[in-house]
């Protein structure tokens, strides 16, 4: 951020200087973000349309109430949240390092990075868990007047309606949309957490390296947080479409 | 007189200073293959564009070959395609795959990444006063990424099975089963891994040129100092930025239908009496993503035409270009509508007549800037001392193509007409006008006109001018009868119309149209000759400015270096549109507002 004082009245868009002291590596990060916005929306409203156009769609509180280590415990939603908490304190120690780099403190930045990339990479680790979990469950869903054991994965959706089978409450298959946007979606926003991560590693060693310390800012670790805090915001569409409705 | 003295600027600090006049070493690899030289990249996109061009063309000719007589064979066809042209007979299959790759390839490689990608890259530093682009590395990058595209796209059509042969819209059910047809077995999923690097490398060019017209501005170059072309050049950035990031959703989903067993576009289909596992898909789906981007990606390819088509109209009226903010504001408009009118496309799969009324609603508005811009280009020339150059006969003809295309918009934005006309050879006439060969119009305009920067000598005229006539009056030829047939019924996509007692009576005019199609594609092959052969041995430019025209790109040297000035950036003084003023032909954007100057 710029510290020298700007002149009241100065004409921004006469050409000659960047409008506002905004340098164009921003300006390029605000736009692309814009693109991915509608990546990301193009996604969800794809997935709006299908989800209420069938008639029943699994209820979050039976699909994702497992927890590690807890065994068959029902846990609706903890653990998708603990998830949820670490990404979004990876963003507050994101901040941090912003903030460090911005009073130019080169064992900050490098500890708030380094929080942050364990941020990620646990989050990254919680969903391979739960991807893990969802696939290789084995649900009994009734197919057909049989009884057969299911996980969920793109094509295959054991959480439909319930019927009673020989006295007991079963499940049928239910639209097999579910799996294919819920890994679909959560799968395209891990991948940007993991590039995320990636560009955090280059951002930390370049830090290490006094790259920046020479070049006189830390402007580079704020494109960088602009594009995690983007990643975060994201996952709470997620969140949102996944898991809470 | 042309201003060859650079003006006594401040010194000024814009980011381009940074990597400005360096001379350094440069080995035949980093100067014209990984350059990052914003206009070595817009040669690299004009010169792929031209291959891209060519093969697409080429294919519309091997396509109405077929239309012009189905019971024809010929030989040579057979020694060219091998078995997709069995005994000198094109094979339906083929003929679909042709029908599909000349759109994808017209629309996307030469249209988009050929037009954006050259003129952006070349006039955007250039006419602002700018030693580069904002990022040259990335820069550098989105033209890989096209040529990767590219590659990928070319080798689909040496797989056993085909190219992709499901429409340039690419519609499931039809592409998203690979037993649908040839086309959608390993072709489709080369067309589609194609389309994802095509929208990388479209989102970093778009990037770029977005931030460098923002922030890399010289003094004095505000906004409203910006010639046409630049403001056309950034509306036309922001649509791609946005509106290809949806089509990328859309072609992951339909990947994944094709490969991983989702049922994204697929519900309740049987083929060949086999019921498919997949359900609760929507086809429909994907034609609202694949429209969400289709629209704009009309207004990708037509605002760069548009854009040069007013800067050169003015220079070569010697008048100021009329109404210049109204151009701006219509530029603004038509990038608003182009996002809010895609299912226009869509009025007979059944969407709500409602909602279809609220679309004709919105895409007759487009009438409204469209209008406006032609009235001002009408204005322009009102009483102009124009120059017949080559490249203003392009821009006039530009003009006169997108009022004859246009006026068909209007019905076909009607959806009670669509229903009639739609997926007629009307649509066909339409669209082949006012977005396909007025965009071409655009495009030639912008290379005659550009030439003498970019290589430093001139086109030869008199090939030039047969390219025009031949081109006018050819693609009139073509495309008019076109709306007969439309009329009529004749719809599109067919591979043989003889079958049908309604259409026989058009087999006359078929052969008529592909016997100007060949005659056309033949004329662009001498432009193509006269592109290659000037850069060697053209008429050598010896006037830096020689258009007598406002806009900075003219102040450089004849052969400018990689920063464009030798010396500091022309400082801006004036818009570029000062023509026949206070007695003066012309005065260039970097000279001195003067004492008793009167306003423009």
Known sequence: MSTTAIPAGTKWWSGGKSPFNVSYGKVMMWYFLMSDAFTFGAFLISYGTIRFSVNHWADPNHVFNAFPFAGHANLPLAFVSL????????????????????????????????????????????QAWEWTHLITGDHAVLVNGQIEHWGTTV???????????NGQEIATPGPIAFGGYFFGITGFHGFHVFSGVVINIVMYIKTKLGHFDQRGHYEMIEKAGLYWHFVDLVWVFVFLCFYLV | MSTTTLQE????????????????????????????????????FLVTGIIWAIIGGLFSVIFRLQLADPTATYPWLE?????????????????????????????????????????????IPLQI????????????????????????????????TGPASGGWTIYPPLSALGDASAGSKIGMDLWLVSMAMFI???????????TTILNMRTKGMSMTRMPLTIWALFFTAVLGVLSFPVLLSGAILLLFDRNLGTSFYLSDIVVAGKILPNEGGSAILFQHLFWFLGHPEVYIILLPAMGMSSEILSINSRKPIFGYMAMVGSLFAITILAFLVWAHHMFVTGLNPFLGSVFVLLTLLIAVPSAIKVFNWLTTLWRGNIRFTPAMMFAIGFVSLFISGGL??????????????????????????????????????????????????????????????????????????????????????????????????????????????????????LFVFNFFYSIWKGRKVTNQNPWNANTLEWTTPIRPGHGNWPGDIPEVHRWPYDYSKDGKDFIAQDVPVGADESKH
């Not at chain 1, 094509?155 to 089978?165: D, I, L, R, T, Y």
């Not at chain 2, 094979?91 to 952006?120: C, D, K, N, R, W």
């Open chain 1, 83 to 126: 998830m949820t908490f670490i990404l979004i304190f990876s963003s507050v120690t994101m901040v941090l390092a912003v903030h460090e780099g911005h009073n130019m403190n080169r064992k900050g930045v490098e500890k708030y990075m380094i929080m942050t990339i364990l941020g990620g990479i646990a989050f990254l680790s919680c």
């Open chain 1, 155 to 165: 094509s295959k959706n054991p959480w439909g309606p319930e019927v009673m089978f």
């Open chain 2, 9 to 44: 600027t401040a010194h000024h600090t814009s980011h381009g200073e940074a990597h400005g006049e360096q001379h350094h070493h440069e080995t035949f690899i980093t100067k014209y293959v990984f350059s990052q030289d914003h206009k070595t990249i817009a040669k690299q």
């Open chain 2, 79 to 123: 020694d060219l395609l091998g078995h997709w042209a069995q005994g000198g007979k094109l094979q339906p299959e083929f003929y679909y795959a042709l029908v599909t790759m000349h759109g994808t390839i017209l629309v996307f490689f030469v249209l988009t990444a050929g037009l954006s990608g050259t003129f952006a890259n070349f006039l």
């Open chain 2, 129 to 160: 006063g700018a030693r580069d682009m904002a990022s040259p590395m990335l820069n550098m990058l989105s033209y890989w990424f096209f040529f990767l595209a590219s590659i990928i796209m070319m080798s689909s059509l040496f797989v056993q």
């Open chain 2, 200 to 210: 990388v490398s479209s989102l970093l060019g778009g990037l770029n040129y977005i």
């Open chain 2, 408 to 525: 068909t918009g209007i019905f076909l934005g009607n959806s009670a007409l669509d229903i009639h006309l739609h997926d007629t050879y009307f649509v066909i006439a339409h669209f082949h006008i006012v977005m396909g060969v007025a965009s071409f119009f655009g495009m030639f305009a912008g290379v005659y006109h550009w030439y003498p920067k970019m290589f430093g000598r001139y086109l030869n005229n008199t090939l030039a001018y047969i390219h025009f006539w031949v081109t006018i009056i050819g693609a009139y030829l073509i495309f008019w009868p076109m709306h007969y047939e439309g009329l009529a019924g004749m719809p599109r996509r067919y591979y043989d119309f003889s079958n049908w007692e309604s259409f026989k009576n058009f087999g006359g005019l078929n052969q008529f149209i592909s016997m100007i199609a060949l005659l056309v594609f033949a004329v662009q092959l």
